[in-house]
């Protein structure tokens, strides 16, 4: 009898963890018990040291109240935008986007590798009357076995940007009121990047030359490196900004936990928001598992911040991430969206038994409850349905809860002091 495709993933990811797990155990055995102590600091950390991300600077990055206080007194992104001095990149790298105003230009970004190895970079649209910053981190499925692998995108360079332009790009958070779009988002007004999705690892691997059965070639898992090579680029030229707001959709989103710290540090003088359109990290381990988790996290090596004591187990704790960033950065505020049973993630998410939409559902709210609202930093979006990840897609301008848009939550999120309400059914 012919296994379905979802059967054969699961028995290719369990295969997979139970051999990393006889490796971690014959390595135990070799080293003694002088190493169990390091277990809970993880033992895919060396790869990336505790120098990559660092919470040395976290306090410095918050007790300049007077910088965020100042700059999000009005909540309204529309009209304020040119309230205070525009900054504008001026020159080296962005010397075609300062040219080009209103438009978007590709720039290759040094190091910036796809899973393929091949270069990749940014897109970035400046507007000339601007003073805040839009950063958009690009989702896209993930690679970890031939069948997902082949459904995720290996490279993004210049063709691919052409393609984005006429397209996603130009709708949604993107939308500018031209003749592609219907609507026009005030976040357009903004100067806009776009951090393209290649990598597999949702934008927070480290591990290079990773060999995966079934899948061409050896996969370059670095998406953190990418992020990271980005943030300082952005912190060098853009550090006049008046506000920053960083966006991830589905597999951004995911990436917007550790690319938060990243963007967080390039940017010392603001507080950093953010928008997670579409990727929970639940605490329900019958929603996202532990050995999913263990799997993942060796695969691509992510590596949790070093501060994050909570999440820094093998096998559980990666949605404490999420409170951590709260809690180190508290003039920052957070928002989540979902679709109450979004069918793409349960997907993702699954191991063993498919996820109902009950329980994702109730996943969600205790995730809510239980963990983001507490930090006081922290507001959701829940809507009734299976869909996924509309900040790119009309859709964004036509839903509504509780005579609340999708579109005035995100942009009140964007430069408010204080998260928005919590809009739910």
């Not at 991300?53 to 109240?65: A, E, G, K, L, M």
């Amino acid at each position: 009898m012919r296994r379905s495709p979802g059967a054969e993933r699961r028995l290719w990811f369990l295969l997979f963890v139970l051999s990393a797990l006889l490796m971690l155990a014959i390595a135990g055995a070799a080293c003694g018990d002088d190493d169990d102590d390091d277990d809970s600091s993880s033992s895919i950390d060396d790869d990336t040291g505790d120098d990559d991300i660092t919470d040395d600077d976290d306090d410095d990055d918050t007790d300049d109240d007077d910088t965020s206080d100042d700059d999000t007194a009005d909540d309204d992104t529309g009209d304020d935008d040119t309230a205070e001095a525009p900054f504008f990149p001026v020159g080296g790298p962005f010397a075609d986007a300062d040219e080009n105003a209103g438009e978007w230009v590709w720039l290759p970004v040094p190091g910036n590798i796809c899973r393929d190895g091949s270069a990749t970079g940014i897109a970035v649209r400046l507007q000339e009357n601007a003073n805040k910053l839009m950063i958009f981190m690009q989702g896209g499925g993930a690679c970890f076995d031939a069948g997902t692998c082949a459904g995720n995108p290996k490279k993004f360079g210049e063709p691919e940007f052409t393609s984005a332009k006429s397209g996603e790009l130009t709708k949604g958070v993107f939308a500018d009121g031209g003749a592609a779009a219907a609507e026009t988002s005030a976040l357009s007004g903004w100067h806009n990047v776009f951090v393209p999705y290649c990598t597999g690892d949702v934008h927070s691997g480290n591990a290079t030359d990773v060999e995966i059965k079934g899948a061409s070639g050896k996969q370059q898992f670095v998406g953190l490196i990418n992020i990271r090579n980005i943030a300082d680029l952005l912190g060098e030229y853009f550090d006049g900004v008046q506000t920053v707001f960083l966006i991830g959709q589905s597999a951004g989103g995911f990436g917007t936990n550790l690319g938060f710290l990243e963007f967080a540090q390039a940017f010392p003088g603001n507080d950093v928001n953010v928008f997670n359109d579409s990727a929970p990290l639940p605490a329900d381990n019958d929603v996202l598992s532990p050995v999913l988790q263990f799997g993942l996290r060796s695969l691509w090596n992510v590596v949790p911040p070093p501060g994050c004591d909570d999440c820094g187990t093998k096998f559980d704790g990666l949605e404490n991430i999420q409170k951590y960033n709260a809690t180190e950065y508290p003039n920052s505020t957070f928002g989540l969206y979902s679709y109450l049973e979004d069918e793409t993630i349960r997907d993702f998410f699954q191991v063993g038994d498919p996820i109902t939409g009950e329980a994702y559902a109730a996943g969600l709210e205790d995730l809510r409850d239980n963990l983001l609202e507490p930090t006081g930093r922290w507001s959701t979006f829940f809507i009734e349905g299976t869909g996924h990840a509309p900040s790119t897609s009309d859709t964004y301008f036509e839903i509504e809860e509780g005579g609340t848009s999708l579109q005035e939550w995100v942009e009140e999120l964007a430069t408010a002091s204080d998260p928005p309400a919590s809009v739910a059914p």
